[in-house]
C-alpha cells in the first residue's frame, strides 16, 4: 500500500510539470501499463453471460467511434472479434448510414447515432457518467445493453481529488500567485494537514472507493454516502444514505462530490446542504455540476460557511468566465479534467477490447450500467 501510494504522488508532480520534463519513456510505456491496470482495477463483471440478455446475437457488424480510435487499436478489436465487420467513424462521415446495420456500437453514445441505429444490441460508452446516452429514450426503449469505463478513470479522478485536496491544505495557489511575481512570502492562511481529518465521500462507487483508499492512506477519517445498504470498504469507517446526507455533512471538513448525474442527484447539493455541512469546511467536486446547485454554492462561499471549493465540473460547462467563482480566492477550477491520464486512454481501449471479446463470445461483460439507477 505505502509503495503503491508512493507511485500516486509521484504522478502528481509529474502532470504538474511542464511537457519537456515528463519523459516520454512513461507514456510509451502506458499501453503495457494499460493492460496491467485493467487487471488490478477490479473491474465489475456481470451476474450473467451477455448470450442471455435479451436481444443478443454474435455481431456482424460494430461501429467504432471516440478518441484515440487509432490504425492498431482498430487491428487490436478487430483480432478479439474474427469475421466480425469493424467500421471506425470518420470525422465527416455520415455515421448515421452506417450505425443501421450495426449490432454494436464502441466509444461513443452520441444521440443521433442512437436513434439511426435500430439494430443495435450493444453501447459501449466512452466515458463514465452516461447521464447524456441516458437523456435519448432509445437505450432504455430498446433495452441495449450499456456499459461505460467507471473503474478505469477513478485512479486519475482520485488522485486528482487528493491533489485538490492538498493544494486547498497547502495552499498551492496562493503560492503559485506569489511565485509568478518572485516573492518570497506566506500566504497568509494557516496550511493545514489532511492528517486527523474527516472526508465525507458522497457517492461510494468506483471513483469514491478509490478517494476513500488515498484519503484513508492520509489518515483521514474517511465516512461516505452511497445508494444502497451495502457495507463499506476498511478504508471507510461510517457508510449512510441519501437520507442521512446532512447528518454526514455536520461531521465532515472534507465533502467530496463524485456523484453520477440522475434525476436523484439533480441538485442534491443546494442551500440546505451548504448549510448543513460544518463552518469553513471544503466542497471537492468531481461528480457532475448539476449535481449542485451553483448559484446556492457561490453564495455558501461568499457568505464564508463553505471555506473553500475545489470544482472540476459545473454547471454549466464552460463556466462563463465572467461568473464569480472564477475570481474568488478561495476556490480552485479545473476544466472537466480529472479523469483524464495519460494511461487512461489506452485503459479505456483495453476495455473496450476486453468488452468486444467477452460480447461475440457471450460472457459476462464488464462495467454493466444498471440503466434504471442511471449509472
Ligand atoms: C466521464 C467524464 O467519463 O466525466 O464521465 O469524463
Redesign the pocket.
Known sequence: MQARFVFHLLLIGAFAAPAALFPSHLIAQSAERAAQLLGELDVPEADTPVREHPGWRPPVRVLVGGGGATPERLAELQAVAPGVEIVPIRPGQAAQEAVATADALIGTCHPALLEAGTSLRWVQA????VEDCLASPFIRERGILLTN?QRV?APAMAEHVMALALSLARQLPAYRDHQRDGLWRRAGGPEVTLQGRTMLVVGLGGVGTEVAERAHAFGMTVTAIRNSDRPGPPTVSRVGQSAALHDFLREADVVVNTLPLTDETRHMFDARAFAAMKPGAWFINVGRGATVVTADLTQALEAGHVGAAALD?TDPEPLPSDHPLWRMPNVIITP?V??NSEVNIDSRWALFRENLRRYVAGEPMLSVVDTSRGY
Do not use: I, N
Open positions: 466512452f466515458g463514465a457518467g469505463v478513470l465540473v472537466h480529472a479523469p
